[in-house]
């Protein structure tokens, strides 16, 4: 008769647990795998080249591009048609600078022009009549042509 003794194993317990639990590695190999049968299969049937889809054979075919589309042309009407209208409208209204127009800088300085070639990338303001100073600025640096907004009368009102 076999006497009962230790049992040999092959593998451990512990080995044998982490080969049973998936890991990440698997759980996304075994995602991959999965998606790519899912691609592999046979497209849904359309209707045959003769016969009318109606809109439904259309919504079948392209109906994954249509909202693409519409967030497309959302996009252009609501962004970048406005920037184009306005950076249009600066660039003519820089073009069309004169001798004696008021204008603000970018920076908030405000003054009259002195001298404003028309093909010329500099323009000469004078910001104090009273000591007759005068900057030498790019063109791209007016941000607006005509007075500030906020008179003198208000500014005194506010301190």
Do not use: H
């Amino acid at each position: 008769m076999m006497t009962a003794g230790p049992s040999k194993r092959w593998v451990s317990r512990e080995a044998f647990r982490s080969y049973l639990r998936p890991n990440w590695v698997q759980i996304v190999l075994n995602f991959l795998l999965e998606s790519i049968w899912l691609l592999a299969q046979e497209p849904a049937k359309t209707a045959p080249p003769g016969e009318p889809g109606g809109i439904a054979g259309f919504f079948a075919q392209y109906g994954t591009l249509l909202p693409m589309l519409m967030i497309g042309v959302v996009f252009y009407l609501m962004l970048m048609r406005p920037d184009q209208k306005r950076r249009k409208e600066m660039e003519l209204l820089l073009a069309n600078i004169k001798k004696n127009d008021k204008v603000i800088l970018g920076s908030g300085i405000c003054g009259t022009v002195v001298n404003a070639a028309p093909k010329s990338v500099y323009v000469t303001i004078r910001v104090d009549d009273s000591t007759n100073t005068k900057v030498r600025v790019l063109r791209s640096a007016i941000a607006r042509v005509g007075q500030p907004d906020e008179t003198e009368a208000d500014a005194k009102e506010a301190s």
